[in-house]
């Protein structure tokens, strides 16, 4: 059995950036990815592969609580959940890091303060090439660097929206967006600002993915290999049940076993629950890392929308995705709960609207729809339930057990954005955009999947000490969006690098 320092399962946001961070260590580091490199093809730029066909949604089947089964929105690939991403990397707010009164109920404190994530997410976004403006966001928190780079231009419809937005008094900001973009030199820029960034895998690698900026990076010292197409399906203890001895994977067929002297679990929230409940021993019964019964757990996954409002003119723009909103974060006039976050997403096109769009707007023909499309991303926090949980069947695969919760807020975002269409120059309607969410049924949308692992100081209320170490075994950790104790209301994937140049800190003074 081949033996190495560190084992990272999972080449996402979490593992890949870990990789990156412990590359130049000298230490040997197997990464190991249940998927392939995703293939560069034009029909990675087509609307109708990815978005009706698709083409790169992994072919895995989930059960819901009442035993249907359903295809969730996941990817099985090198960069992981961040192939398809739309590059947004927010940080969390200052004041989601404690704890948080909602309308229907409580978001938990950390056991990390803003303070302590600060300097990893300065790291992150110099790391991921962030563009973006520090001081128009009126919710952002304290930073110690500007932005490494300067925010998009907005395109000229956009630009309106901008304008028309201030001009009713909200508070409208530059998205932070990871992109190679060098729009002061378009030659020299490996991005295009095309319209298929968001939602589609970048068929000139100019999104910066964790495939893009860590996997591949890493991959140029001689101490790290990556394995592909290999399915962890168990991790193996000492005797005491205090080491993972061996990780089992499942490859062209066959079964192999690799060593390490760190194991790191960054399989996304679901699939990383799910390992550590296939470890199950006579030490571990309920699962690994599992006494206290919090394996799988807590599961959040955003309240979101994907809508879309029609333009009284045409909008062509390309890229679309440079505005976000947060006037309503926090609280909505005397509505004295947190609302969300509203951010545009990428320009939508006639194929995607081949099932929600006729119903709302029989007047349009798909493709003028499309012309006329502004897109918006609407997001409110779902709160962690110990009952929102993943569990396996007795074949081992994923049931997810999830009922929605504090959506009055999700009703007042929606119903704020539709109230504001026409000083906005829109038509006063808003047609769900089902193809951008990637999903049939609302919970197989799983891009912002988080909360199975949460960290914590109390093993009985925590599966991970604050270094994201398992509190019961001393060489097993788990780096994705799975420590996560509360989701906030921006997209999960600065915080899951921060953290993972966090944890990558720890482990490079754990092992010298």
């Not at 081949?354 to 997001?379: I, K, N, Q, S, Y």
């Amino acid at each position: 059995m081949t033996h190495f320092d560190f084992i990272i399962i999972g080449s996402g946001a979490g593992g890949g950036t870990l990789a990156w961070k412990l590359a130049a260590s000298g230490k040997s580091i197997l990464i190991v990815e249940r998927g392939d490199y995703l293939p560069r093809e034009k029909e990675n730029w087509d609307p109708a592969e990815v978005f009706v066909k698709n083409r790169y949604v992994a072919d895995d089947k989930w059960h819901d609580k009442d035993g249907q089964e359903f295809q969730p929105g996941i990817h099985y690939m090198v960069g992981g959940a961040t192939k398809m991403y739309g590059a947004a990397l927010f940080r969390l707010r200052k004041k989601d890091f404690g704890q948080v009164r909602h309308y229907e109920g409580v978001s938990p404190s950390w056991p990390l303060s803003y303070e302590d994530f600060e300097p990893y997410y300065t790291e992150a976004e110099e790391l991921y090439h962030v563009h973006g403006l520090r001081g128009e966001d009126p919710t952002e928190p304290p930073a110690s660097k500007p932005y490494p780079h300067p925010p998009i231009a907005h395109e000229p419809r956009i630009q309106r929206l901008n304008d028309d937005l201030i001009r009713s008094g909200y508070h409208p900001f530059h998205a932070p967006t990871a992109v190679l973009l060098n729009e002061a030199y378009r030659a020299q820029s490996h991005c295009l600002k095309c319209d298929t960034c968001d939602g589609y895998p970048c068929l000139v690698h100019a999104k910066a993915d964790a495939e893009v900026i860590a996997v591949r990076p890493a991959l140029q010292h001689s101490n790290v290999t990556l394995l592909t197409n290999a399915e962890v399906v168990r991790l193996k203890t000492s005797p005491s049940g205090r080491e993972v001895t061996e990780v089992v994977v499942r490859r062209d067929g066959n079964t192999e076993s690799y060593g390490g002297s760190i194991v790191v679990v960054s399989a996304g929230a679901a699939n990383s629950a799910r390992i550590l409940l296939l470890s199950a021993n006579d030490q571990h019964p309920r699962g690994l890392a599992n006494g206290s019964d919090q394996v799988g757990r807590n599961y959040m996954f955003h309240n979101s929308q994907a809508v879309v409002a029609l333009s009284l003119e045409p909008n062509p723009t390309q890229f679309q995705k440079t505005i976000s909103l947060n006037d309503f974060y926090f609280r909505d006039g005397d509505f004295e709960f947190p609302v969300g976050n509203i951010q545009m997403i990428g320009k939508s096109k006639g194929p995607m609207f081949r099932d929600d769009a006729p119903f709302f707007a029989p007047g349009f023909a798909l493709d003028e729809m499309a012309r006329h499309a502004v897109d918006f991303w609407l997001t409110t926090e779902d709160l962690p339930d110990p009952e929102n949980r993943i569990t396996l069947d007795r074949d081992g695969k994923i049931v997810l057990h999830y009922t929605f919760n504090n959506e009055v807020p999700t009703k007042r975002l929606y119903t704020r954005l539709k109230s504001m269409l026409e000083s906005l120059g829109m038509h006063q309607h808003l047609i769900p955009n089902s193809a951008y969410m990637g999903k049939e049924i609302p919970i197989a949308g799983v891009g912002h999947q988080s909360g199975t692992c949460r960290f914590g100081t109390d093993p009985q209320a925590s599966v991970l000490d604050v270094n994201c170490k398992a509190h019961e075994l001393d060489n097993l950790y788990v780096v994705d969006t799975s420590f996560f104790c509360s989701i906030g209301a921006v997209n999960p994937s600065l915080t899951a690098i921060a953290n993972a140049l966090r944890v990558g800190d720890h482990l490079l003074e754990r092992c010298g």
